[in-house]
């Protein structure tokens, strides 16, 4: 029996609320998505992965949505993609067999340590897909045990990544305990029995969030493939030598930074020849006597943020305005430009369950203001940001750490709608907006059940 679900208002009632309404005219606060920008940048780094020969595995936690996913996967005859929950596989579920029906091979990952609770939900979609259609992780020995009574429940068995910690320490085995408990002795057992498939290692590193320059973005993709080949290099006589397996990395800033790796106005940096020496030695060779490939996997690079667009992940990127397809529309509330407060401040009415209340390493603040909301002749220079926020109004202030950050009044009125890029867009998708909803007809966005969605062509 499916999980109950809070029912979404219709999709006929949404569109005809909502299409033909400029941005700055629906209630607010409003998660707005700019579909081509994130169009953008879907194709961009899938040229990139394919232009460098390496597999590419898409997260659709970010948007859970039908066409998100569609917009990352294309044209791609595989389609390879990571989902945090249960849920997003069950929603996206049509769209998969869609996929299959196109003769399209689908593998989908549980993207967090098999959980014993979720194995039926997990099974039975599987009887659905089919067999090499579900893969799912482990990094404890106990975990087996629910991979294999996944395959008497499926009748097929999962496709088994091996969770290694490069450094981020949320989860996974160090390179050096990747057989603790004889988990992977255990499941090169199992994988000869046929009841697992074991399709290699994974791990997914987001250090380069705290980064600032493309080298240092590939810096740490270089390190994350570097740490699981380690792990291979230490357990090198427990791997099966019969197979090929997969090295899967990665996190959105440091894959987005192999686009460095195809800059043909210049010659390449030292970061970058050093990153694409270490991906060509990965990708279709043979390390310790085991056949390998490579595998990367991202998910918010198809939106972006503050907090992405800081890290400066890739040579030639433009600005909030140029990059960000998501923003919050909300209304200014007060001004308070006469010196009832040290500096001059703007009270908006949207706060954490609009944006989130994710800190970004760049700056001290949770958002920062689109600058078309200033006045034409307003400094351009200065930079508008969320500085406070409480439950459901936050206050704007001047970025202390940007130019001319003391220079006078805010250019907002009462009454004033506005748009705020947020620092973490995977928070604020789906942080406390009321439904969830493609309004426009010409995509037909079909979402899991959660935040407003209001997506337009910009």
């Known amino acids: ?89 069950e929603h996206l579920l049509p769209l998969l067999q869609e996929y299959q029906q196109q003769g399209r091979q689908v593998n989908i990952l549980y993207g967090i340590p098999l959980p014993q609770s979720q194995i039926s939900r997990l ?29 008497d429940e499926a009748n097929f068995p999962a496709g088994v990544y091996v969770k290694v910690d490069t450094g981020y320490h949320r989860a996974g085995l160090p390179p050096w305990g990747l057989n603790k408990d004889s988990l992977l002795s255990d499941l090169v057992t199992l994988d000869a029995k046929g009841i697992v498939d074991f399709v290699g290692l994974y791990s997914h590193s987001s250090l380069s969030y705290n980064d600032s320059t493309p080298a240092q973005a590939m810096a740490n993709l270089e390190a994350e493939i570097t740490g699981c080949m380690d792990a291979m290099a230490t357990n090198h006589g427990l791997f099966p030598e019969n197979k090929s397996l997969v090295i899967s990395v990665g996190a959105s800033p440091q894959v987005s930074a192999v686009e460095n790796l195809l800059d043909e106005d210049s010659e390449l940096s030292p970061a970058a020849q050093s990153l694409r020496a270490v991906m060509q030695f990965v990708a279709g060779g043979t390390q310790h006597g085991i056949r390998t490939s490579l595998e990367l996997h991202a998910g918010v690079y198809s939106i972006l943020d503050v907090q992405q667009l800081s890290t400066r992940c890739r040579a030639k990127l433009g600005d909030y305005e140029d990059e960000i397809a998501i923003s919050v529309v909300s209304e200014v509330c007060s001004v308070y430009n006469n010196g009832e407060r040290e500096q001059p401040e703007v009270l908006v009415a949207a706060g954490v369950l609009a944006l ?97 969605l209001w997506v337009f062509d910009g």
């Open 123 to 151: 099974a039975a979609i599987g009887l659905q897909l089919g067999p090499k259609s579900l893969s799912v992780l482990v990094d404890h020995a106990d975990q087996l045990k629910f991979v294999s009574r996944f395959h």
């Open 356 to 452: 989130g209340r994710e800190p970004c390493a760049a700056y001290k603040g949770w958002g920062v203001v689109d600058r078309s909301t200033f006045p034409p002749k307003a400094n351009a220079n200065r930079q508008l940001i969320v500085s406070r926020v409480s439950q459901e109004h936050s206050i704007l202030a001047w970025d202390s750490s940007s130019n001319d950050a003391s220079g006078g009044q805010i250019p907002l009125t009462v009454g004033q709608s506005i748009r705020i890029y947020p620092n973490h867009a995977c928070i604020t998708v789906h942080t406390g907006h009321d439904t969830k909803e493609e309004v426009d007809p010409r995509f037909n966005f079909n979402v899991a059940p959660t935040n407003l």
């Open 1 to 89: 029996m499916p999980v109950p679900q809070r029912l979404n208002p219709s999709q006929e009632s949404l569109q005809q609320f909502y299409v033909g309404k400029d941005i700055h005219n629906v209630p607010t606060p409003a998660l707005v998505l700019d579909r081509a920008k994130m169009r953008r940048h879907c194709e961009s780094l899938s040229a990139a992965t394919e232009a460098l020969g390496v597999d590419f595995r898409a997260h659709v936690k970010t948007h859970k949505t039908v066409e998100g996913t569609r917009l990352q996967v294309g044209q791609a005859k595989l389609v390879k993609l990571v989902a945090s929950t249960i849920a997003e596989i």
